[in-house]
């Protein structure tokens, strides 16, 4: 183990559990991690796959997360690879060849993907050494982030029966852990968790009119890295916009982004070029950058589960972090109506599914697992449908396991030659007009063209044979046309995939009374967030952590309820101080003999008046003074 860890990821020791972790994955044994974010889920999984013979195949939720994972073996020198929706399938095909007849250490998949009949052939062909299971949360309709494909993933399991099983995730109630496990089919697992209590971090909750305001006094505060959460994109440029304006350095980040912007500004942040990011919710999964100092939250997050793993950004280094939380009272308000606003009419999600069969022609049958670019503004304009409704019946559709919607994402376009050496010869001598064209690229990427795709860049084409990009494009998707190579150009819209066949929109089979459920069951959690938000003595991680169904009496000492609570404490220890120098003072001036309670107020001066009045009071009450017949005070 300590062999691995320190070759590949240079580290002398493991963290609290991933040895143990490890070890039970080693035994054989099905085994659930639950940690905190940053608590160095992977490895657990990464470690033992790398010790024994075989791949391991990952399964993960989101396109930006396997991508991110996969490079960052690749730049460890481990051979891994990610198949997802968008690819060509072709470029699917020798993926998935390499798994079976490769090096290939591990494969990273969507849900979705164990389902199809081509993985499932080729992965009995595999000698496969582990199954991951990441962000394990999605597995379950009591999680915040429900995907039913997970659900089917005990399906798969049964071809490789023998293979341990690790589902992972820094995210789970009680419910949440024990549906992880029936929905798994998991045989007698080993349960490992670590606590939910962050030491270095410190939460607060804070009720503001001027959001904004107490944010720039934060930052000003607060000096380092920073995350600033808000509910949509329109939001993120206007804070950003702010921050520019009092010279603290800061870019915006969402969705809408073309993916190009999005990694240029994601990693100006993660080098500190840039001081503070303001984002949606899509920021931030599978970011590892470990020294963020605050993650502030203008906006109530939906639930806790989602707070926690948002705020577990800041701090991973293990130095002093705040995640702080900004509200006021519409956004309490808001919160039941954002949830009520989730659930639009069963009738709305059915006409929107058959709109969506529609705009891409599809038979009532066909499309299972075909992608199509998707422009969510104008399908709205041209069906005539309701925005918001619209957007979250997509959301239903999604959950309910019929589409899957991916941002578009930085793919860099590939190239393969689907002819050989001779044929390629012949087909240049018979077409003299593309022969410098394909001399040129066999210049730039060499032999390896012909049965592998390689990563191209049109513009750097261009440039070498002078011609626009656009003519570029053309020139490759002709040959493509004409079977000399396949050409996967680099999609940076929004994919839409339909991952069944296309049902008659009056049969499609809504699970109708799952949906009323989670409806009653997000209700719940959101309650939740405002109980959190709006408590103003209990200490915010013994919040969390009963959340997480971890019940300590431990206070953590640094959130902003405990700091009051010490500082509370402090004043009443002060005062008591000062009551008893008081008592020890009027004695003393008595001693002389009885005084009037004027003189005394005089000599005495108390900076609070009935304080003091108090005090004579209690010291009349325990007869240690009283007045005489002239209404003088005496001993």
Known sequence: MLEILKKYWGYDNFRPLQTEIIQSVLDNRDTLALMPTGGGKSLCFQVP???????????????????????QLKNRNIQAVGIFSGMHKNQIDIALDNCIYGDIKFLYVSPERLQTKLFIERAKQMKINLLAIDEAHCISQWGYDFRPPYAKIAEFRKLIPNIPLIALTATATQEVKKDIVEKLEMVNPQVFQQSFARANLSYSAFKEDDKERRLMKI????????????????????????????????????????????????????????????????????????????????????????????????????????????????????????????????????????????????????????????DLIEFQRRFDLPPTDTYFAIKILENQGFIQLSEGFKNTSKLMLKVDNRQLYDFQLRNPKYDSFIKLLLRMYGGELFGTFLNISEANIAKSFSIPVKDVEVWLLTLEKIDILIYDKQKDKPQLTFLTPRFDFRELPLQELEIKKRKEQNLQKSKSVKHYAEQPNRCRTQLLLEYFNEITDAECGICDNCLKKKKQNKIEVEDKVGEEAGRLKIKQLLQNGAMSLTLITQIMQPVNQSKFQEIIRQMIGNEEVKFDEEGRLSL
């Open 219 to 374: 930052l000003q505060n607060v000096q380092g890295s920073a995350v600033v959460y808000v509910r949509n994109r329109r939001r993120t440029q206007e804070v950003s916009d702010m921050l520019n304006k009092y010279n603290i350095q800061s870019t915006f980040y969402h969705a809408g982004l073309n993916p190009t912007e999005r990694t240029k500004r994601q990693e100006n942040w993660i080098n500190n070029r840039i001081r503070a990011i303001v984002a949606t919710n899509a920021f931030g999964m599978g970011i590892d950058k470990p020294d963020v100092r605050t993650v502030i939250h203008l906006d109530l997050p939906d639930t806790l589960e989602a707070y926690y793993q948002e705020a577990g950004r800041a701090g991973r280094d293990g130095e002093k972090a705040y995640a702080v939380l900004l509200y006021n009272q519409p956004d309490v308000d808001n919160l039941e109506k954002n949830v009520l606003q989730s659930y639009p009419a069963i009738e709305l999600i059915r006409r929107v599914y058959q709109c969506l069969g529609n705009l891409f022609q599809l038979a009532v049958g066909a499309g299972e697992f075909c992608n199509y670019d998707f």
């Open 49 to 71: 796959a790398m010790i024994s013979e075989g791949i391991c195949i990952v399964v993960s939720p989101l396109i930006a997360l396997m991508q991110d994972q996969v490079q």
